[in-house]
């Protein structure tokens, strides 16, 4: 057999090689869109990027080097899969000031948020399981959960978040297995969920014997009004909890925990073990270092005063240039308001016309799990990563 006949012959048909679960993979459509903001001239209001200058680089170093210097040993080494102690410690007495039911026990530390919403993936979803989200609702996790086969109803949004009125029906019809909230400034919407209608999702819950995937990125980034009891302290038996510093710190730090039931922890920790084994000891301890520094309480009230600051700086500008048969969120806190065109226009057409001109943002298709019809005049637009005088060019282009 000649060379080149014998290097056809073992060409391998990867297609045909795949687990049956890849065909569900897809695109992230936000990473899709940042490849093309990251062009020259390019302002971007797409992605949920904190602002870079409020990255606490020198307490990040500081808490790095005196891991190193002190405690090198123990943050090279292997650690445990259900997260470093200390910092679990110092994450439940955090929570519990918010009325989060949290104890060293019934807390595991993740890489990132995401790992939490894949191990909520890897232990409770395939090909039959149905998944009640918001509508719209966060792309990556129904990036996640699709992976594992996951099939979607929605509930739709106003002001007040979540209509919980309508989960009974819904629930009839579909008969899903968890329902996942943002109900803190809600990615994509921009609203809170009113402390009603937490109550009445977590009497839901409890009633029809379903549970609850509570994210809750942007908690800290409240700018007005008052704190929420989280849905976790409502429900505590029927709802996982998910936390994160992306936000807060910075999203290079890969440093986030779920609190859920004790049992379901240790499936959880499972999950974690077939997947990496532990998140890095060195940035949990450093992480540790920089929470019980002191720093925090200042920094968050830093960052709170920046991004309410390019929060209205959009909100005037918005004011002062939209059409008036645009309307849009006026959110309390997080990265995003929601944006509602007239019905002659589709954000996801124009958005190449966009980019043409310099300007990026997120059709909101993309936060549509079943009718992405339903998103095709809105748009997501991000306020805390550009200064208020990008944001007022931008919006005046």
Known sequence: MSEENQKKSTLIDWDSRYAGR???????????????????????LAGGLPAPEAFP????????????????????????TEGYIPLKEYLCESMRKYGVPAEVGNVIITNGAQQGLDMVGRLFVDEKTVVCTEGPTYLGALQTWTFHGAKYCTV?????????????ELFRQHHFKFIYALPNFQNPGGVTMSLERRQELANFAQKYGVFIIEDDPYGNLRYEGKDVAPIVSLAKDNTFYLGTVSKTLAPGLRCAWVVAPEAVISKNVLAKQSSDLFTSMLLQMAVHKIYTSGMLKDHVANVRVLYKERRDAM?????????????????????????????????????????????AYVPGVAFYPNKVEDGLHTMRLNFSYNNPEKTKKVLNV
């Open 57 to 80: 680089v020198t307490e990040i170093k500081a808490a790095f080097n005196e891991v190193l210097e002190k405690e090198s040993t123990k943050a090279l080494q292997y650690g445990t």
């Open 156 to 168: 739709p949004i106003d002001k007040e978040g979540m209509r919980t009125d309508l989960l009974p």
């Open 315 to 359: 909100l005037t500008a918005m004011d002062k240039h939209m059409p008036k048969d645009v309307i849009w969120t006026r959110p309390e806190g997080g990265l995003f308001l929601w944006v509602t065109v007239p019905s002659i226009v589709n954000t996801t057409e124009i958005f190449e016309k966009a980019i043409e001109n310099g300007v």
């Open 22 to 44: 890849v065909p569900y993979l897809k695109s992230s459509a936000i990473r899709d869109l940042l490849t093309l903001t990251n062009q020259p001239g390019i302002i971007s």
